[in-house]
């Protein structure tokens, strides 16, 4: 059900936008997972019903925004001043239960997966 896209190789510095198509769950995230280190959230946004909470990382507060497009269906992740650090696959994710957070048993649906590579 959630299908990201966007991902690919950058220098560092550089930026992306992450895309993932899924329905208007009111909890939506995105996560990491880097070669030979545990997945991580570094995104999530709850809607509520007259505004949105959106919480990051402390690793990339102030570079990435998390948004979304009901119309659209759409999550996405804007990545500015790319670090190397942040290589990784970068994972949509989606839950149905009030509340949001990082916890990802909490979490129903998940997508495949994408790759973002940052070279030095």
């Known amino acids: 059900q959630l299908v990201e896209s966007g991902g690919g190789s950058v220098q560092a510095g550089g930026s992306l936008r992450l895309s993932c198509s899924a329905s208007a769950y009111t909890c939506m995230a995105w996560f990491r997972q880097a070669a030979g280190s545990e997945r991580e959230g570094v995104a999530f946004?709850?809607?509520?019903?007259?505004?949105?909470?959106?919480e990051y990382a402390d690793s990339v507060k102030g570079r990435f925004t998390i948004s979304r497009d009901n119309d659209k269906h759409s999550l996405y992740l804007q990545m500015n001043n790319l670090k190397p650090e942040d290589t990784a696959l970068y994972y949509c994710a989606a839950r149905i239960s009030w509340g949001c957070n990082f916890r990802e048993p909490d979490f129903d649906y998940w997508g495949q997966g994408t790759q973002v590579t940052v070279s030095p």
């Open positions: 946004i709850h809607t509520l019903i007259d505004t949105s909470v959106t």
